[in-house]
């Protein structure tokens, strides 16, 4: 899930942000936080999403949606990208080894023929585990280039990684993608629960999602839950995990490791 930030960011000259953002990579100004994620059997927190943020010196917090968008522009995404991993994963190999670490990969990244060789170089001089890591795509991904993202992911996931589908719901839900990526999970978008369990037809659109998870063997985890309404419902459908505002705003690594150890063992009934 990559949240959105401000949004557009009016009245801001061209080429001012791309520029300040160069300077920010290259004083590690760029911060990531973490957004847990709960078992919808027992409540523990059992991993986290790493998110980036920037803390722009006139513009306040920037979120990962807006902080990529102008790193497309200053093509300085493959940077921006490989910072936000060597933090994440520097932040994760304190963590216990029953936590995971979700990492959210880029279009360009996944579009280079290198990148499973590169990335699975990066975690090998980590002190991560490769099979605590999930490695999260969205469809806009897919659309460039279906053929090279599946023999990515087939490299990867031959060295121990998982994958996720993420933001399942917001786009085409191309059900063709289950059948050719080798994937480990879903994650719902916010769109898939919203008025569950009020709206019966969304409420049956859901279960039908999660039926289908379950057959292909696939872990599913709901985003964007921001009620215990939502939680209970996704709960009593079936739904494996969730993360979302609920309990938890994204956070800084040491947050994430005290909720882990109050949280643990929680169950909802």
């Not at 409540?43 to 943020?53: D, F, H, P, W, Y």
């Not at 990867?156 to 999970?185: I, K, Q, V």
Request: proline fraction near 5%; charged fraction near 25%; glycine fraction near 10%.
């Amino acid at each position: 899930m990559r949240t959105t930030g401000r949004g557009s960011l009016p009245g801001v000259r061209p080429g001012v942000l791309e520029g300040d953002l160069l300077r920010a990579l290259d004083r590690c100004e760029i911060e990531v936080l973490f957004q847990p994620q709960f078992s919808c059997a027992t409540g523990a927190v059992t991993g986290a999403e790493a998110l980036a943020r920037w803390r722009h010196p006139s513009l306040g917090e920037i979120g990962a949606r807006d902080l990529f968008a102008i790193a497309e522009r200053a093509a300085l995404v493959a940077p921006l990208s490989r910072h936000v991993v060597a933090r994440a994963l520097e932040d994760a190999a304190t963590w216990p080894d029953n936590l995971t670490l979700s990492l959210n990969i880029t279009p360009e990244e996944l579009g280079d023929p290198r990148f499973a060789a590169d990335f699975a170089a990066l975690i090998g001089r980590s002190q991560v585990a490769p099979r605590r890591l999930m490695l999260e795509i969205t469809e806009d991904l897919l659309l460039r280039n279906l053929p090279q993202a599946a023999s990515a992911l087939k490299a990867l996931r031959g060295l121990g990684f998982r994958t996720a589908l993420d933001d399942f719901g917001a786009g085409f839900c191309n059900f063709r993608y289950l059948r050719e990526l080798p994937l480990d999970a879903l994650k719902l978008d916010k769109a898939m629960v919203e008025g569950v369990p009020g709206d019966p037809t969304g409420t049956a659109v859901l279960r039908a999602i999660l039926q289908l998870g379950k057959a292909l063997g696939l872990a599913v985890y709901a985003e964007g839950i921001e009620t215990e309404i939502q939680r209970a419902a996704i709960t009593a459908e079936g739904c494996d995990y969730w993360q979302g505002f609920l309990r938890a705003e994204p956070m800084r690594s040491e947050s994430v490791l005290a909720l882990a150890r109050t949280a643990r063992g929680m169950g909802h009934g």
